[in-house]
Nanobody, 121 residues
Framework: QVQLAESGGGLVQPGGSLRLSCAVSGTIFTIYAMGWYRQAPGKQRELVASIRSGGSTNLADSVKGRFTISRDNAKNTVYLQMNSLKPEDTAVYYC???????????????WGQGTQVTVSS
């Protein structure tokens, strides 16, 4: 059973910083990519940032220069460092993992429960 455990959300003032963490646990054969999506009220879920097993990253244009994604392969953990936060960054942030749970299993998407990030004065 694969589980994704997120932490680090909260309330922060505009211009502030937060760091999100997501640890993947359970039976894992290979993790191909991990990342973060977000969903604001009334909007569709959107990709914020992703990182592949080799280290290549992809960031949404709206967060480039402010957010950084990193990964600790030994801990199966992905981090999202969020700086210069804006009110429009307010959303529920979901951790995502693209992985294969066992040698004969199929590659699947897994999601965390979500963590609220609120940017407000």
């Amino acid at each position: 059973q694969v589980q994704l455990a997120e932490s680090g959300g909260g309330l922060v003032q505009p211009g502030g910083s937060l760091r999100l963490s997501c640890a993947v646990s359970g039976t894992i054969f290979t993790i191909y990519a991990m990342g973060w999506y977000r969903q604001a009220p009334g909007k569709q879920r959107e990709l914020v940032a992703s990182i592949r097993s080799g280290g290549s990253t992809n960031l949404a244009d709206s967060v480039k220069g402010r957010f950084t994604i990193s990964r600790d392969n030994a801990k199966n953990t992905v981090y999202l460092q969020m700086n210069s936060l804006k009110p429009e960054d307010t959303a529920v942030y979901y951790c995502h993992a693209d992985l294969q749970a066992n040698r004969i299993g199929i590659r699947q998407d897994y999601w965390g429960q979500g963590t609220q990030v609120t940017v407000s004065s």
